[in-house]
């Protein structure tokens, strides 16, 4: 499992292990925190088409499915 630093989220790149749709490169473009600095919203776009969804933040911590950076 990878360490998150969630303040260094936005704008950090990362690789589908398993790409679906031909979607492997990924940006975060969006996090939202509450008053306690904690996230509550975060937004992933895939570079190739600009699809965007939400996603849990920690599941990038997940090295079976998330490589931090493009590969």
């Keep these: 499992m ?11 790149k990362w690789t589908a292990v ?3 749709h031909k979607e492997k490169h990924f940006m975060i473009t969006e996090v939202e925190f509450d008053e ?5 919203s975060c937004l992933i776009e895939a570079i190739i088409n600009k699809r965007s969804e939400c996603i849990d933040w920690r599941d ?5 499915h998330w490589l931090q950076g493009w590969q």
């Excluded at 990878?2 to 950090?12: E, G, H, Q, V």
């Excluded at 990038?60 to 079976?64: P, R, V, W, Y």
Aim: hydrophobic residues 35%.
């Design 2 to 12: 990878t360490t998150i630093n969630p303040k260094k989220l936005l704008n950090s």
């Design 18 to 20: 398993s790409p679906r």
């Design 36 to 40: 306690d600095d904690i996230v509550i």
């Design 60 to 64: 990038l911590a997940d090295g079976k």
